[in-house]
């Protein structure tokens, strides 16, 4: 439907970051499939405005992977939660996204929502991001591929 609408939800899904190896071997990270592919937990939610058949807005999709090594260094601190803000644009039930899945990475990719019930607002998302890194350092640093897909339930209204 036409107009403002906020949207929230709750999932799952699957991480891949190359870095998580790469950065924490000197760790004891072991070199395996587990090290660098790791279950997700996260929350979403977005602000978008529609209008016919075009839907935009703004969200943040926050995941915490889940594995031993799932940390990167961030400065003098290491990060665990991954904060992918965005902009989406599309149809209402399917947009393209694009923002910066930090620490390192332009994050683009697509989300597909079906209302499950249209009573109570309930929806079903999914989602994918492609991480593109971004050279840090001058250039002498250019973190290895990151990609996510995901599951959540949450509310529309």
Same mark, same amino acid.
């Given at each position: 439907?036409?107009?403002?609408?906020?949207?929230?939800?709750?999932?799952?899904?699957?991480?891949?970051?190359?870095?998580?190896?790469l950065q924490n071997q000197d760790s004891?990270?072991?070199?395996? =499939?587990?090290t660098v592919n790791v279950a997700s937990?996260l929350v979403t939610g977005a602000v978008?405005?529609?209008?016919?058949?075009?839907?935009?807005?703004?969200?943040?999709?926050? #995941?915490?992977?889940?594995?031993?090594?799932?940390?990167?260094?961030?400065?003098?601190?290491?990060?665990?939660?991954?904060?992918?803000?965005?902009? #989406? =644009?599309?149809?209402?039930?399917?947009?393209?996204?694009?923002?910066?899945?930090?620490?390192?990475?332009?994050?683009?990719?697509?989300?597909? #929502?079906?209302?499950?019930?249209?009573?109570?607002?309930?929806?079903?998302?999914?989602?994918?991001?492609?991480?593109?890194? =971004?050279?840090?350092?001058?250039?002498?640093?250019?973190?290895? #591929?990151?990609?996510?897909?995901?599951?959540?339930?949450?509310?529309?209204?």
């Amino acid at each position: 439907s036409d107009g403002l609408h906020w949207r929230v939800g709750a999932g799952a899904g699957w991480m891949y970051d190359g870095d998580y190896f790469l950065q924490n071997q000197d760790s004891g990270a072991p070199r395996e =499939v587990s090290t660098v592919n790791v279950a997700s937990p996260l929350v979403t939610g977005a602000v978008t405005w529609g209008s016919g058949l075009i839907e935009a807005g703004a969200g943040v999709d926050v #995941q915490l992977p889940l594995g031993e090594y799932s940390v990167l260094p961030s400065g003098e601190a290491v990060v665990r939660l991954r904060t992918h803000p965005h902009a #989406q =644009v599309g149809l209402p039930w399917l947009k393209l996204t694009a923002g910066f899945m930090f620490p390192w990475h332009v994050g683009v990719g697509g989300r597909a #929502q079906v209302v499950v019930n249209p009573t109570l607002g309930l929806e079903l998302t999914g989602a994918f991001v492609q991480g593109i890194g =971004v050279p840090l350092d001058g250039g002498s640093f250019t973190p290895d #591929q990151m990609r996510t897909g995901w599951v959540a339930v949450g509310l529309r209204r």
